[in-house]
Each structure stands twice: as structure tokens, then as C-alpha cells.
């Protein structure tokens, strides 16, 4: 027999998953739905083209905004900045594309949206795009273009990119002459459900854990560690976010547990940029391109976005 005290957390949280699940996976469905059309009418390979003429400045914000709406998987979206980068795009440009892609996408902000509202998702999509556009024009003159490896990125099944940088077909569909607006959203929606299904497994086990988080693990106890009383509370979270990484759409749920538990939403969200922008399988990848003091540089830029972000949320938004 279960003891009151531990049969009243495991029943907390069989219900606060049951609410996230209610909450998340309707909004994630038609997450994944726009993610197949952005894939469908924004493919890797002209996201490329676009950003190729581009120079520091404008460069960057258009590369920001692009990486924002083309939720590509890692093994696409460094295929581009591979591409991007044997085409001679400046450093900064690729890097603003580099960093906007894991933190602003339409998961992210529709999951944001239905866990935290409005302001903070707008908020949250405006500072990190503008952090991405500054953090990408301050690498660019750092004079680090010599740390890129002059190798060709392999998509997920071991096929070379294409030697002018075209992106893998990992993440792309066969486009033709004559496919039509319906193929498209056809092809989205078979997409969308795919994806859904290939997704769901992370979904579920980051409900778990945020359900735990939520009904088992003391409130003292998150808040010694992730509190306003740790002036490093902030820093933790951003660096936490990484080794405890499953995907974005497992990572959002943990983070609305732990807002739910009192913790600040900027800490929480600082906890959500570290863990989308330094995950081990992005450094894995990106290793093959960066040689060590780049990937460092990288890898310290998103978590100094994430500290950014959460202390401006912690003292000036909420």
C-alpha cells in the first residue's frame, strides 16, 4: 500500500498530465501542420538562395527571420549553414540564421502561446530574433571564419549535401512543376500527422516529467536551486537546459511544470533557450563544421542569450 502522502502526488500528477495533455497536443497537431507548410513552400534549399546575396545588416535580419519561420531538424538546418558558408555568406548572416532556428519556430511559439499567452510569446519572439540578429553581427567581426572545417555536411543517412550546399532530403519534399496549393496542403497534413507520431514519444515522456516535477518534487526544493533567493538562479537554468534536453516539444512541458511551481518565467525560459540551442545532438552535428573555439563560441552565445533573456523577463517584463 502506497503511503496518503505519496498516493496524493502520484494523483496530483496523473492530473496535471492530463491537463498539459489536453492543453499541448491539439496546439502541437497544428504546430506540426505549419510546420509542413512551411517545409513545403520554404524549402531548405531556397531559404539558401535567399540569404546568399545578403550582407552584414540586412543580411542578418532577413537570416534571423528565416531561421525563425523554417523549422527545419538539425540535420537539415546545418546542411544550410554548411552551404551557406562554402557559398562565402559572411559568418555573422549564417550565425543569425543558426541561432534564431532551434528558438523561434512555430512549435515554440505556438506552445508558448497556449502555455504562457500572449506577451510573453511576443516578448519572447522579439528579443530572441533581436538577439540572434546582434549576437550573429558581433561574431561576424570577431574574425573567426577561419574556424570553419572545410568539409561537406552528410544528411541523417550518410548522403553528401550537394556541392553547391543544398540542404539534405531529410527534411524537404519532392516539389514538381505542377503540384498545386491542395498537393502542398495534402502533402502538409501527411507531414504534420508523421511528424505528430515520430514526436509524440518526446511529448509524452517531457509531460511525464513535468507532471512529477509538478506533484512530487518539493516547492522548497525547486526554489532553493531555481528561486529569486539564488542570485544564480538564471545562469543555472540556462546551462541545466542542455544535458536534460529531449526535444523542444518534450522540453515545454517541464517548463511549464516548473512555471506552474512558482519558479519565474524568465529563468524557466532561460532553462528552454539553453536546452534548444545547445542540445548535445546540435553540438554533435555543428562539431563537423566548427572547429573547437567556434563551437565554444556558439555554444556560449546561446546560453549567453538565454541568461539575457531570462533576466529581462525576470526585472523588466513580468
Same mark, same amino acid.
Given at each position: *500500500? ?15 498530465? &492530463?491537463?498539459?495533455?489536453? &492543453?499541448?497536443? $491539439? ?16 524549402? $531548405? +534549399? ?12 540586412? #543580411? ?27 557559398? #562565402?555568406?559572411?559568418?555573422? @548572416? ?10 523561434? %519556430?512555430?512549435?515554440?511559439?505556438? &506552445? ?8 510573453? /510569446? ?52 519532392? !516539389? ?30 517531457? *509531460? /511525464? ?10 516547492? +522548497?526544493? @525547486?526554489?532553493?536551486?531555481?528561486? $529569486?533567493? %539564488? $542570485?544564480?538562479?538564471?545562469? @543555472? ?13 518534450? *522540453? ?22 539553453? #536546452? ?5 545532438? %546540435? ?10 573555439? &567556434?563551437? @565554444?563560441?556558439?555554444?556560449? !552565445? ?17
Amino acid at each position: *500500500m502506497l503511503s496518503p502522502s505519496l498516493s496524493n502526488a502520484l494523483l496530483d500528477s496523473w492530473n496535471y498530465f &492530463l491537463h498539459l495533455a489536453v &492543453l499541448l497536443v $491539439p496546439l502541437f497537431i497544428g504546430a506540426s501542420f505549419l510546420v509542413g507548410l512551411a517545409q513545403e513552400y520554404l524549402p $531548405p +534549399e531556397k531559404v539558401e538562395r535567399k540569404l546568399r546575396g545578403h550582407d552584414e545588416g540586412t #543580411g542578418n535580419i532577413a537570416a534571423a527571420g528565416l531561421g525563425a519561420v523554417t523549422p527545419f531538424c538539425s540535420c537539415s538546418t546545418v546542411p544550410v549553414l554548411a552551404g551557406l558558408l562554402q557559398a #562565402g555568406a559572411p559568418l555573422g @548572416l549564417s550565425f543569425s540564421f543558426l541561432l534564431a532556428s532551434p528558438l523561434v %519556430n512555430w512549435i515554440a511559439v505556438l &506552445l508558448l502561446l497556449g502555455l504562457f499567452g500572449v506577451e510573453i /510569446t511576443v516578448w519572447y519572439v522579439v528579443i530572441t530574433l533581436l538577439a540572434a540578429i546582434v549576437g550573429g553581427i558581433v561574431i561576424g567581426r570577431l574574425g573567426l571564419s577561419g574556424y570553419v572545417k572545410d568539409v561537406r555536411i552528410g544528411d541523417d543517412q550518410g548522403q553528401p549535401v550537394a556541392a553547391d550546399g543544398g540542404a539534405t532530403a531529410c527534411c524537404t519534399a519532392e !516539389t514538381t512543376p505542377t503540384t498545386t496549393h491542395r498537393d502542398h496542403i495534402e502533402t502538409a497534413a501527411r507531414e504534420a500527422w508523421s511528424f505528430f507520431i515520430d514526436t509524440l514519444p518526446y511529448l509524452l515522456l517531457g *509531460m /511525464t516529467i513535468g507532471a512529477l516535477i509538478h506533484g512530487a518534487i518539493p516547492v +522548497e526544493l @525547486l526554489h532553493a536551486v531555481l528561486g $529569486p533567493e %539564488n $542570485p544564480l538562479a538564471v545562469p @543555472l537554468a540556462a546551462l541545466a537546459g542542455a544535458p536534460v534536453y529531449i526535444s523542444l516539444s518534450g *522540453m515545454l512541458p517541464i517548463a511549464a511544470s516548473l512555471s506552474d511551481q512558482g519558479i519565474a518565467i524568465g529563468t524557466v525560459l532561460a532553462f528552454v533557450i539553453g #536546452g534548444a540551442g545547445v542540445s548535445i545532438p %546540435n553540438l554533435v552535428l555543428l562539431n563537423k563544421l566548427f572547429r573547437r573555439r &567556434l563551437l @565554444l563560441v556558439y555554444a556560449g !552565445t546561446v546560453v549567453t542569450i538565454g541568461i539575457f533573456v531570462g533576466v529581462v523577463f525576470n526585472f523588466f517584463i513580468t
